[in-house]
């Protein structure tokens, strides 16, 4: 069953309401976040950045010793390689004096490159910071959505970028309803579309062919 991924964004948003992600104060704390959830849950990040807490600025990172950042992110998991990474894209960060306005002014395209360069920076992060942090519309691939729309019968290409694609082919360039959309994702992924799926009471058993091949 091949549903348009603008529906099944329509049926998500209609049960779930809208979700107002990425959870930041600030658009530096949603790049830094976007980095510490790599391979771990969002409970774990949350905990590192309460631990960062004063810390939680550019310049005082920058100043920071590697050794003491892993420290304040040890619940984040894989600390010592996230501190590297969160210096590294620090280092990249300070080209552009720490202004996120002035980040924004430039392409997608380039832009995504630049932070495709940055040690730890893969696509799904980049995507994550183009998308919330620097406010260029994409979709972003993870792990939820390589999920969902797999049981749910769409064609999903291995390759992360022919995905990401694939999709935005089918939907407008529209930065809310993205945002919104990757969230959804993440909801649906948690609360119905686990690894072992929860089906009783999912807004899109109509619409799936695991669930309408597992329970018709």
């Given at each position: 069953m091949q549903q348009r991924y603008s529906f099944i964004y329509e049926r998500l948003y209609q049960y779930y309401g809208p979700q107002n992600w990425w959870p930041a104060e600030t658009p530096f704390e949603m790049l830094i976040g976007a980095i510490l959830?790599?391979?771990?849950?969002?409970?774990?990040?949350?905990k590192a950045l309460v631990q960062l807490g004063e810390f939680l600025d550019p310049k005082t990172i920058e100043h920071l010793p590697e050794?003491?950042?892993a420290q304040?992110?040890?619940?984040?998991g894989f600390f010592n390689i996230k501190a590297k990474r969160i210096k590294a894209f620090i280092q990249w960060f300070n080209k552009y004096e720490y202004d996120i306005e002035k980040i924004k002014q430039i392409d997608k395209q380039t832009l995504r490159t630049e932070l495709l360069s940055i040690y730890g920076?893969?696509?799904e992060t980049a995507d994550a910071m183009l998308l919330y942090a620097f406010h260029k519309p994409g979709f972003v691939v993870d792990a939820y959505a390589r999920r969902i729309f797999t049981r749910i019968g769409k064609d999903v290409p291995a390759s992360y970028d022919l995905f990401r694609k694939q999709v935005e082919s089918e939907l407008p360039a529209d930065l809310s309803l993205l945002q919104e959309y990757h969230a959804l994702l993440v909801e649906h992924g948690k609360m119905h579309c686990r690894t072992k799926p929860l089906c009783l009471g999912c807004p899109l058993n109509d619409l799936c062919d695991y669930y309408l091949t597992s329970f018709a």
């Open positions: 959830v790599q391979n771990t849950s969002w409970r774990n990040v949350e050794v003491e950042l304040l992110i040890k619940s984040s920076i893969g696509r």
